[in-house]
């Protein structure tokens, strides 16, 4: 059953304030992003976040099909997000749990606020996310994947949609939540926003978090998800622009 | 249950809410963080553990409880089981439909359970029996009856309640076997968890909003405290976005207005 917490096996914070893996409390995990891996897609990503490894992909504007379900001012989004079988240490069945398909709910409402809907009606946008490997926080890295594949697929949008979770962990509000700190840990706050327009398009809290905790859970997660955002636009600039040295100069020219 | 009608009637019928919302109105007389009357009834079927008909409104809610033993999970051996599950009736809407559980009644089910699991409500570790081998499995099985809107916290009323009011065949266990008594002891509820669910319609975030007012709605945020003034759970909903100070004003909102809602609750269920 997920969702039920175990009860820790593993020292999550050493004495010296580390990590299993040697993190700080506000430190990221290594983070990869590459854009336009999936050719027939109109847009594509991969990200590879820890050990997560997630590929998305973007197809549309399209027909809707079944018609019915076409809305008349604006586009439908639909998302999914999906977990192989062996990205997890037992044999996920392929079927869509509960969990899937809520999570393919909130990862639909947490891009749809940055597609501009309403330059596509009658149309559908189409957005997958296959979990290849899984490693805690696969949610926030599929969004941010996700929302690359979109802009990839030259969709109107208003801006980059970036996730990270944040949790704690012993009672200590840490970044960026690995497989063992989510099972093993006392919280998990998974948080998507639109950095540019300051807008929070997924939270969700499990935990127990005493007001100031929350508090901080949440900003640092804010705080994260706009270091995140740097190296979406990077990689966006690497693919569009070619490489990094140009990404100096297209700055430049923005500013 | 979001509710889509006609396009011309919901674009009219919004602005005219929103108009109103930014007065500091609400179309039914409420004031902005003011919730509908709640009306708890617990024990109304029989045959289960615990029961309670929960109306927010004229949003109905019946949930019950049956408890019953079996093993744990392999990696929780000495816990016992608690699941909530929703399904929203054919009956309770024109606009619900028979079949698989939707996206929205299983996001429904799992918020509620969320609040429930990570407030600690029900004590799992004292519904086990035999370690590794058996446990007492609870059972929370939610029928939305009826829908006006908000059925996050009126699904989590009717199945707080539910749980507080159950009780449960006591076993013995003798040489690791189970066996059960004539004896009744209450299920173990520890924490006290409410579920408060604010909308933004136009620039207004709104307490337990109603079906009209969630048709209207572009954002809904669910927060779960607990009597201690913890967050235990939360959720955003719907195709929008929400300023980071508007989710800890939401949070706060939602400690103030639990907190009313839980001594409400108390009362009816002591």
Known sequence: ?255 | MAMRKNYVVETIRKAQLVELLAKGRRLDGRGLDEHRPIRVQTGVIQKANGSAMVSLGNTQILAGVKVATGTPFPDTPDQGLLVVNAEILPMSSPYAEPGPPSEEAIELARVVDRGVRESKMVDLTKLCLVKAKTVYTVFVDVNVMNVDGNLFDATSYAVVTALRTATMKKYVVKDDKVEATEETVPVPVERFPVSVTLARVGESLIVDPDAEEESAMDMRITITTDEDGNVCASQKGEASGILPQQVLQAADTSLRVGSQIREELMKATS
Request: net charge negative; with cysteine; proline share 5%.
């Open chain 1, 1 to 255: 059953m997920e969702g039920h917490r175990l009860a820790p096996e593993h020292k999550l914070i050493d004495e010296n304030g580390k990590r299993r893996d040697g993190r700080e409390w506000n430190q990221l995990r290594p983070i990869k992003l590459e854009v336009g891996l999936v050719k027939n897609a109109d847009g594509s990503a991969y990200i590879e976040w820890g050990k997560n490894k997630i590929m998305a992909a973007v197809y549309g504007p399209k027909e809707v099909h079944p018609k019915h379900q076409v809305l008349p001012d604006r586009a439908l989004v639909r998302a999914r997000y999906h977990m192989a079988p062996f990205s997890v240490d037992e044999r996920k069945n392929p079927a869509p749990s509960r969990r899937e398909i809520e999570i393919s709910k909130v990862i639909r409402e947490a891009l749809a606020p940055a597609i501009i809907v309403e330059d596509y009606p009658r149309t559908a946008i189409e957005v997958w996310v296959e979990v290849l490997q899984s490693d805690g926080g696969s949610r926030v890295a599929g969004i941010t994947a996700a929302s690359l594949a979109l802009a990839d697929a030259g969709i109107n949008m208003r801006d980059l949609v970036v996730g990270c979770s944040c949790g704690l962990i012993d009672d200590t509000v840490v970044a960026d939540l690995d497989d063992t700190e989510d099972k093993e840990g006392d919280g998990d706050m998974p948080v998507a926003m639109m950095p540019n327009l300051n807008w929070v398009t997924l939270l969700q809290v499990d935990g127990m978090y005493s007001r100031e905790k929350f508090q901080k859970a949440f900003e640092l997660a804010l705080e994260k998800g706009r270091e995140i955002y740097a190296m979406q636009r990077e990689a966006l600039t690497k693919k569009f622009f070619g490489g990094e040295a140009m990404t100096a100069q297209v700055e430049e020219e923005a500013a």
